[in-house]
């Protein structure tokens, strides 16, 4: 009998462990994906005398990387839209990368200083988001106050489910919420550091990005 017990008793740790595996794996496939939703990358190579791709088309709210891979370079902006902010950034083995975060729509042209004449030069074009429609009108996302210090407020008065998350502007991810079944939420913000974050809301199929300051 007191062989049977202990081989059950190791059976059952066995299976308990299994279990926790499998638990910890799918909860890191479910936030690998949770952030696929929200936000995506447009990563550029600097190579030789060309850009890596050379052009793209991404959304508002996503991200673009450019990337050293050999040799002295830069990604210069040439031409931004109207109230984009223009960049000027070195690309080499001391500076490996350069990460750039659109806020408004448009084609963004850009070029390496050291290759221009080499044809080193590129574009890419943001659009709005698929599908915001209606839900990007003010009256209808809220996000208030801005700047914040202690609590944020999400109000979409069309909708009665949504998501959330809240990432720096490095991408990293602050806060998420799934299935949030209210039109209002109260956010506490009051561990968040001095600055400029993103908050990114999938609502019925459309999604927006807002920025706020926490003061």
């Given at each position: 009998?007191?062989?049977?017990?202990?081989?059950?008793?190791?059976?059952?740790?066995?299976?308990?462990?299994?279990?926790?595996?499998?638990?910890?794996?799918?909860?890191?496939?479910?936030?690998?994906?949770?952030?696929n939703t929200f936000a995506n990358k447009l990563i550029i190579q600097?190579?030789?005398?060309?850009?890596?791709?050379?052009?793209?088309?991404?959304?508002?709210?996503?991200?673009?990387?450019?990337?050293?891979?050999?040799?002295?370079?830069?990604?210069?902006?040439?031409?931004?839209?109207?109230?984009?902010?223009?960049?000027?950034?070195?690309?080499?083995?001391?500076?490996?990368?350069?990460?750039?975060?659109?806020?408004?729509?448009?084609?963004?042209?850009?070029?390496?200083?050291?290759?221009?004449?080499?044809?080193?030069?590129?574009?890419?074009?943001?659009?709005?988001?698929?599908?915001?429609?209606?839900?990007?009108?003010?009256?209808?996302?809220?996000?208030?106050?801005?700047?914040?210090?202690?609590?944020?407020?999400?109000?979409?008065?069309?909708?009665?489910?949504?998501?959330?998350?809240?990432?720096?502007l490095d991408g990293r991810i602050m806060q998420q919420t799934e299935?949030?079944?209210?039109?209002?939420?109260?956010?506490?913000?009051?561990?968040?550091?001095?600055?400029?974050?993103?908050?990114?809301?999938?609502?019925?199929?459309?999604?927006?990005?807002?920025?706020?300051?926490?003061?």
């Amino acid at each position: 009998m007191c062989a049977i017990s202990a081989f059950e008793i190791n059976l059952n740790n066995k299976k308990n462990s299994y279990k926790k595996m499998k638990s910890t794996l799918l909860y890191a496939i479910a936030m690998l994906l949770t952030v696929n939703t929200f936000a995506n990358k447009l990563i550029i190579q600097a190579s030789g005398t060309s850009f890596t791709p050379n052009t793209g088309t991404i959304q508002l709210g996503d991200t673009v990387i450019f990337q050293w891979v050999d040799g002295f370079h830069t990604t210069t902006s040439t031409a931004v839209p109207t109230g984009a902010a223009s960049w000027d950034e070195v690309l080499s083995s001391s500076a490996t990368s350069y990460m750039y975060i659109p806020t408004v729509a448009g084609t963004y042209s850009y070029k390496c200083t050291p290759h221009e004449s080499m044809g080193m030069t590129g574009t890419f074009t943001v659009t709005n988001l698929t599908g915001v429609g209606e839900v990007s009108k003010q009256d209808v996302v809220q996000v208030f106050p801005n700047p914040a210090s202690e609590q944020l407020n999400i109000k979409i008065s069309s909708a009665k489910n949504f998501s959330y998350n809240i990432t720096t502007l490095d991408g990293r991810i602050m806060q998420q919420t799934e299935n949030a079944k209210t039109d209002q939420l109260l956010i506490d913000v009051t561990a968040y550091a001095k600055g400029v974050y993103l908050i990114n809301i999938n609502s019925e199929g459309k999604r927006i990005t807002k920025k706020f300051t926490i003061d």
